[in-house]
């Protein structure tokens, strides 16, 4: 059975052999360059996991993708913004695990009274985008923010005000999402 759940340290080689395949990707959507290893893990996944910022999906051991809330990078101090992230395992990345979790996100952002979630996709990431463009209005673009490839990429900037309600086919998937994970947060 599908669970959305918080991610343990346990879950932690599952979670970079998901980044390890967006680093693989022949259009990357990660901002590492080198494949990560199990052994040497990066530090800001660790102390995310540990501070139980970190949710994911599973179906029993098989974990399908994972999702982030965290401070938002440019007013850190900020309590009211958030940004998210979103990592879905190569062979789920067209069903619905990202926008269930991406879903769950909201819930968790509005128990901690967050009114505005931002989230940041690379240009060429165009699943993340179709996604995020569901729920998420379009404010800008960072260009040529991050090179990959030895290629200057763009960043496209989505953000979601919590305060407003959402379309009514949204505030279903909403519910239901929410109800069938209540056992998070």
Not at 31 to 60: C, F, H, M, Q, T
Not at 63 to 88: C, H, M, R, T
Request: glycine share 4%.
């Amino acid at each position: 059975m599908n669970q959305i759940r918080e991610a343990s340290m346990s879950d932690l080689k599952s979670i970079i052999n998901i980044m390890n395949e967006y680093i693989e990707d022949d259009s990357p959507s990660s901002n590492y360059a080198n494949r990560l290893s199990i052994s040497n893990p990066p530090k800001l996944l660790v102390d995310k996991i540990l501070a139980k910022k970190v949710i994911l999906e599973s179906d029993g051991n098989q974990v399908k993708g994972y999702a982030f809330i965290e401070p938002f990078f440019l007013d850190p101090s900020n309590d009211s913004f958030a940004q998210v992230g979103v990592y879905i395992a190569k062979k789920f990345r067209n069903g619905f695990t990202g926008p269930k979790l991406l879903i769950y996100l909201f819930h968790i952002g509005r128990k901690n009274q967050v009114k505005k979630l931002f989230s940041f996709v690379l240009e060429q990431n165009s699943t993340s985008i179709k996604n995020v463009e569901r729920l998420f209005d379009n404010i800008g673009v960072f260009e040529k923010a991050v090179i990959l490839n030895n290629t200057f990429n763009d960043v496209l900037i989505f953000q979601k005000d919590l305060e407003e309600p959402l379309d009514p086919r949204a505030q279903r998937f909403y519910d239901s999402v929410v109800k069938e994970n209540l056992s998070i947060r």
